[in-house]
């Protein structure tokens, strides 16, 4: 492209052309998702599975294309183009000759003809009530007595919900005093609060054992192992799963306040956007109560159940009656651009946390969008206490519609009445794996992010470790499965969710079947992706931040350095697996292998609940 004779454009592969309707210079486009081949004499041949546009381009032109991959005016386009490709400064008309070229034959994705797509004209929409509502617990009666006095205050119980405390303690005594916190609720409140503890799941895993003996051992890995040294979530969460199953399910973690927090002022701006949530950082642990919404207090009304479930049409109405702006794409991925379609529909809905994210690690702060970078390097003094102290506000200030579920918040709506697959039962990372595997069912299915936050108050005192953000990233069993399931996501032409969730269990099987030597070859391969992947996004954000204090900077420098000496040390295990690689590789088979047949047998489990609730 630095040349204008070198352009060379073939659009006569496309027997059908349709013409294309421009939305002006204010459209926000972004270069499509082509599947690209190469030609001889520094041709590319490129296709669109979008549009099913044709066209080949040289090789200089793609190469600038590629620079389009993000949602900006045409104009926008040719000054990134210039101010990033230092041949191309000066070329404003050979540069807008190219971009119109492409957008006029269908290869610019629109952000004007998707928010026409998505547009659902004055509809009445038929309004749903009632849902499952399931406070998930573990040896902490404190905190969910806390919890239910702010549900007392800010909650309006109906006849439609039902509600439940499932419990995973593994203390009696804490047992006993849940299940009395339940009963002494029930009886103020007049509302019935199900105490779901051990004794009333062992009943019901038998029940469910005696209706599916061929698939016993698989149930009862969902389902029944407590195990003593490792945390259990993502088996309290499979019971929620169950109880809430054929509706909708609201899941609340014991250790949060049921209070709506709002740290902006509320508006009615919705996004598409592929973008982490952004963040602020608060000086004393109880700021956030200056921003306690006075108007609604209950963090589950409205989109929150409202949206579950709907197409996004449905819910985008529910939340404007207008088409969305062009701004509204300003954060979108290309590639995930093909996944908001009319029948797309709303399985998760999230707010924010305020006090502590809930994250073990800290790295991601370095990973911020602009203003939230600000104002975590304000002041160094700040700064410093940032990194370690979880006290800070993680959220959305629209309301964001996303095609990933890789942030499960501490209050979850899920719509438990389409076939979902279960959580693993043991180990950290329970929700990323979720996540993936609900993308890998439901590929076009979204999340809401809501703008409003819960707080997130842990009972015990939680910092990052100093220099943990240095640390260069390292497997899990359960994020090494999530990314194992990522990479497959779109190589299965299975249609319906349900085949799609059989073929996850021959997946997990296929696991559990690897030879040691591809075991570690995936497991080395998966780092460095993910190593590798975090070094372009910080070396991209550190470029970006020439005025940013030199503290920061020297941090973010550092990391990088670290991330960099990492790449030549590659990984001798997973690092939540006890004993060396030999023994960690074994007991990876192992949960995979009972995993696989929990996931043959999900399914009929939660029709199972349907029928005989």
Same mark, same amino acid.
């Given at each position: 492209m630095?040349?204008s004779?070198?352009?060379?454009?073939?659009?006569?592969?496309?027997l059908?052309?349709?013409?294309?309707?421009?939305?002006?210079?204010e459209d926000?486009?972004?270069?499509?998702?082509?599947?690209?081949?190469?030609?001889?004499?520094?041709?590319?041949?490129?296709?669109s599975?979008?549009?099913?546009?044709q066209a080949?381009?040289?090789?200089?032109?793609?190469?600038?294309?590629?620079?389009?991959?993000?949602?900006?005016?045409?104009?926008?386009?040719? %000054?990134?183009?210039?101010?990033?490709i230092?041949?191309l400064?000066?070329?404003?008309?050979?540069?807008?000759?190219?971009?119109?070229?492409v957008n %006029?034959?269908?290869l610019?994705?629109s952000a004007?003809?998707?928010?026409?797509?998505?547009?659902?004209?004055?509809?009445?929409?038929?309004?749903?009530?009632?849902?499952?509502?399931?406070i998930?617990?573990c040896?902490?009666?404190?905190?969910?007595?806390r919890?239910?006095?702010?549900?007392?205050?800010?909650h309006?119980f109906?006849?439609?919900?039902?509600?439940?405390?499932?419990?995973?303690?593994?203390?009696?005594?804490?047992?006993?005093q849940?299940?009395?916190?339940c009963?002494?609720?029930?009886?103020?409140?007049q509302?019935?609060?199900?105490?779901?503890g051990?004794?009333?799941?062992?009943r019901?895993l038998h029940?469910?054992?005696?209706?599916?003996?061929?698939?016993?051992e698989g149930?009862?890995?969902?389902?029944?192992?407590q195990?003593?040294?490792?945390?259990?979530?993502?088996?309290?969460?499979?019971?929620a799963l169950?109880?809430?199953?054929?509706?909708?399910?609201?899941?609340?973690?014991?250790?949060?306040?049921?209070?709506?927090v709002?740290?902006?002022?509320?508006?009615?701006?919705v996004?598409?956007t592929?973008?982490?949530?952004s963040?602020?950082?608060?000086?004393?642990?109880e700021?956030w109560?200056?921003?306690?919404d *006075?108007?609604?207090?209950?963090?589950?009304?409205e989109?929150?159940?409202?949206?579950?479930?709907?197409?996004?049409p449905?819910?985008l109405?529910?939340?404007?009656?207008?088409?969305l702006?062009?701004?509204?794409?300003?954060?979108?991925?290309p590639?995930?651009?093909?996944?908001y379609?009319?029948e797309?529909?709303?399985?998760?809905?999230?707010c924010?946390?305020?006090?502590?994210?809930?994250?073990?690690?800290?790295?991601?702060?370095y990973?911020?969008?602009e203003?939230? *970078?600000?104002?975590?390097?304000a002041?160094?003094?700040?700064y *410093?206490q940032?990194i370690?102290?979880?006290?800070?506000?993680?959220?959305?200030k629209?309301?964001?519609?996303?095609?990933s579920?890789?942030?499960?918040?501490?209050?979850?709506?899920?719509?438990?009445s389409?076939?979902?697959?279960?959580?693993?039962?043991?180990?950290?990372?329970?929700?990323?794996?979720?996540?993936e595997m609900?993308?890998?069912m439901?590929?076009?299915?979204?999340?809401?992010?809501l703008?409003?936050?819960?707080?997130?108050?842990p009972?015990?005192?939680?910092r990052?470790?100093?220099?943990?953000?240095?640390?260069?990233? %390292?497997?899990?069993?359960?994020?090494?499965?999530?990314?194992?399931?990522? *990479?497959?996501?779109?190589q299965?032409?299975?249609?319906?969710?349900?085949?799609?969730?059989?073929?996850l269990a021959?997946?997990?099987?296929?696991?559990?079947?690897?030879?040691?030597?591809?075991?570690r070859?995936?497991?080395?391969?998966?780092?460095l992706?993910?190593?590798?992947?975090q070094?372009h996004?910080?070396?991209?954000?550190?470029?970006?931040?020439?005025?940013?204090?030199?503290y920061?900077?020297?941090?973010? %420098?550092?990391?990088?350095?670290?991330l960099?000496?990492?790449l030549?040390?590659?990984?001798?295990?997973?690092?939540?697996?006890?004993?060396?690689a030999q023994?960690?590789?074994?007991?990876a088979?192992y949960?995979?292998?009972a995993?696989?047949?929990?996931?043959?047998?999900?399914s009929?489990?939660?029709?199972?609940?349907q029928?005989?609730?």
């Amino acid at each position: 492209m630095s040349d204008s004779t070198s352009y060379s454009f073939s659009f006569s592969y496309d027997l059908t052309p349709q013409s294309r309707t421009d939305a002006g210079d204010e459209d926000l486009v972004a270069f499509d998702v082509c599947l690209e081949y190469l030609l001889p004499d520094q041709q590319v041949f490129l296709h669109s599975p979008n549009s099913g546009r044709q066209a080949m381009v040289t090789h200089d032109v793609l190469i600038s294309l590629h620079q389009c991959n993000r949602f900006r005016t045409l104009k926008e386009h040719n %000054q990134q183009l210039q101010k990033t490709i230092p041949d191309l400064a000066g070329q404003t008309e050979d540069i807008n000759q190219v971009l119109n070229s492409v957008n %006029q034959m269908g290869l610019m994705l629109s952000a004007t003809q998707k928010a026409q797509k998505l547009y659902l004209a004055d509809t009445p929409l038929p309004t749903e009530t009632g849902f499952c509502c399931c406070i998930l617990s573990c040896d902490r009666p404190q905190a969910v007595s806390r919890l239910l006095q702010s549900m007392a205050e800010n909650h309006q119980f109906h006849d439609d919900n039902r509600y439940f405390l499932v419990d995973d303690s593994r203390q009696t005594k804490h047992q006993q005093q849940n299940r009395q916190l339940c009963e002494s609720f029930s009886r103020k409140q007049q509302v019935r609060l199900e105490y779901f503890g051990p004794e009333e799941q062992t009943r019901l895993l038998h029940q469910l054992e005696q209706a599916f003996p061929d698939h016993k051992e698989g149930v009862k890995h969902l389902l029944g192992e407590q195990h003593k040294d490792k945390p259990t979530y993502g088996r309290t969460r499979n019971w929620a799963l169950l109880l809430g199953s054929g509706g909708k399910l609201v899941v609340i973690d014991d250790d949060v306040l049921f209070q709506r927090v709002a740290i902006a002022k509320e508006t009615r701006s919705v996004a598409l956007t592929s973008a982490i949530r952004s963040a602020d950082f608060f000086s004393s642990p109880e700021e956030w109560q200056e921003h306690i919404d *006075r108007e609604i207090f209950d963090p589950t009304a409205e989109a929150f159940t409202e949206a579950l479930g709907r197409t996004l049409p449905e819910a985008l109405t529910l939340l404007t009656r207008k088409k969305l702006p062009p701004n509204a794409f300003r954060q979108l991925n290309p590639v995930d651009y093909a996944n908001y379609q009319p029948e797309s529909r709303v399985l998760i809905t999230s707010c924010g946390s305020v006090g502590d994210p809930g994250t073990s690690a800290n790295s991601w702060l370095y990973l911020l969008d602009e203003d939230s *970078r600000q104002n975590l390097y304000a002041s160094e003094n700040r700064y *410093r206490q940032h990194i370690q102290n979880r006290n800070m506000w993680s959220g959305r200030k629209e309301y964001a519609f996303l095609n990933s579920f890789v942030l499960i918040s501490q209050i979850t709506g899920i719509d438990a009445s389409r076939c979902l697959p279960p959580y693993f039962p043991l180990l950290r990372n329970e929700d990323l794996l979720f996540g993936e595997m609900l993308r890998y069912m439901h590929p076009s299915a979204l999340q809401l992010d809501l703008p409003w936050a819960a707080p997130h108050l842990p009972l015990e005192e939680r910092r990052w470790k100093k220099h943990l953000a240095m640390t260069p990233p %390292q497997h899990g069993l359960l994020s090494f499965s999530a990314d194992m399931v990522s *990479r497959q996501r779109h190589q299965n032409p299975a249609a319906t969710p349900e085949a799609r969730l059989q073929s996850l269990a021959e997946q997990f099987h296929s696991l559990a079947d690897m030879a040691d030597e591809e075991f570690r070859k995936r497991l080395i391969e998966a780092t460095l992706q993910h190593t590798t992947s975090q070094l372009h996004q910080m070396h991209d954000i550190l470029a970006q931040s020439p005025k940013a204090p030199d503290y920061w900077k020297t941090d973010m %420098q550092a990391i990088l350095q670290s991330l960099q000496n990492s790449l030549t040390s590659p990984p001798n295990g997973l690092v939540d697996l006890d004993g060396d690689a030999q023994m960690q590789r074994n007991t990876a088979r192992y949960l995979w292998r009972a995993y696989a047949k929990g996931l043959q047998a999900w399914s009929l489990c939660t029709e199972w609940m349907q029928n005989n609730r």
